[in-house]
């Protein structure tokens, strides 16, 4: 089993619709991030987290929140929809007191 | 404002060509440059990283040349292989965050 879980991972939704992606992972880490990658601009910061009571803002939170269900658990959820979120989104850890960043597989959103 | 610049968006070498990607960077408080590969369909993963109180790192054919003056830091694969064809992304953090700002991205092919 892979240590850093996305579902779904694949999903279309319509302009308007509420939907969440989900993450969980199997390292025992603390911080757990959300990544949007588009195409030329890299991958981008949306929330982390450094423990289930501490959730932070990214670059680019507007129009996502987020919730840490518990250590191993975190999920993005986009309250209204919309095309220009259609993206591929990543869900990450790491560890405290290391740098290196576990990816999941990734969930391609597209909004219609 | 992209604080992490990278380039080329797209390269093409023979196999065992020595492909450069370069990165710069803006904030001189980033303490952490690492490099991720990413295939498709896959999240990115850590190949090398190296913290500015050294100018060069190596682990197999990839090396990383860091210029702190310049602020700058690229990625050299030296005896590149059709296996190594994936993008690669260029990153930066500060701190012990594990925030980590992302490069474009470079998609690199390697021909037979």
């Known amino acids: 089993d892979a240590d850093v879980t996305q579902t779904p991972r694949n999903r279309i939704t319509k302009t308007g619709k509420r939907i969440m992606l989900e993450c969980s992972q199997t390292?025992?880490?603390?911080?757990m991030y959300w990544y949007r990658q588009d195409p030329g601009l890299g991958l981008r910061l949306i929330y982390y987290?450094?423990?289930?009571?501490?959730?932070n803002k990214g670059e680019i939170s507007d129009g996502y929140s987020v919730s840490r269900q518990a250590q191993a658990k975190f999920s993005l959820s986009l309250e209204s929809a919309i095309p220009n979120q259609t993206a591929l989104y990543f869900c990450?850890?790491?560890?405290?007191?290391?740098?290196?960043?576990?990816f999941g597989q990734g969930t391609r959103l597209t909004v219609v | 404002q992209q604080q992490v610049k990278q380039s080329p968006q797209s390269l093409i070498v023979q196999k065992g060509g020595i492909p450069i990607i370069n990165c710069a960077y803006e904030?001189?408080?980033?303490?952490?440059f690492p490099w991720y590969q990413q295939f498709p369909g896959k999240g990115p993963a850590l190949l090398i990283a190296?913290?500015?109180?050294?100018s060069e790192k190596k682990e197999g054919r990839f090396t990383i040349s860091f210029n702190k003056s310049a602020k700058q830091f690229s990625l050299h694969i030296m005896d590149s292989q059709p296996g190594d064809s994936a993008t690669y992304f260029c990153?930066?953090?500060?701190?012990?965050?594990?925030?980590?700002?992302f490069g474009q991205g470079t998609t690199l092919q390697v021909k037979p």
């Open positions: 990450a850890t790491s560890d405290s007191w290391a740098s290196e960043a576990f």
């Open positions: 390292k025992g880490h603390d911080r």
């Open positions: 987290s450094f423990d289930v009571k501490d959730i």
């Open positions: 904030n001189t408080a980033f303490d952490y």
């Open positions: 190296i913290r500015p109180d050294v």
């Open positions: 990153a930066a953090s500060s701190g012990n965050t594990g925030k980590l700002i």
